[in-house]
């Protein structure tokens, strides 16, 4: 899909969003507050997922994913096969506690690009 059919579809996505949610001032607090926020633009797509891919996480943050997903052992389908034999081999099962001092980079080839 080219670029400019990728903004297309989400110029239409976004449209059909503000369409269908109600105004927030007649929602309840609670609910409010509990909304997430899913309009977005191009450009806060591409700074988000660079965000997320650039540096380093502690392997307890993501290690569910890679290690016992759906609590049978397995990887989290939606990652790349090959992108999670990266931070597999940097983590071990014994990092997946949250105050774990294992830490992984998120982009393997990064340093490659700099």
């Known amino acids: 899909m080219s670029l400019p059919d990728v903004l297309m579809e989400e110029f239409h996505w976004r449209r059909k969003q503000q369409e269908t949610y109600r105004p927030l001032g007649q929602t309840s607090p609670l609910y409010r507050n509990s909304l997430p926020r899913v309009i977005w633009m191009s450009f806060d797509l591409v700074a988000l997922s660079g965000a997320h891919t650039i540096g380093t996480a502690r392997c307890g943050v993501f290690g569910r994913r890679l290690f016992n997903f759906t609590g049978k052992g397995d990887t989290d389908p939606s990652l790349n096969p090959s992108y999670a034999t990266f931070p597999k081999s940097e983590c ?23």
């Open 92 to 114: 071990s099962d014994n990092s997946l506690r949250l105050n774990s001092s294992a830490v992984v980079g998120m982009d393997p080839t990064w340093s490659s690009l700099v």
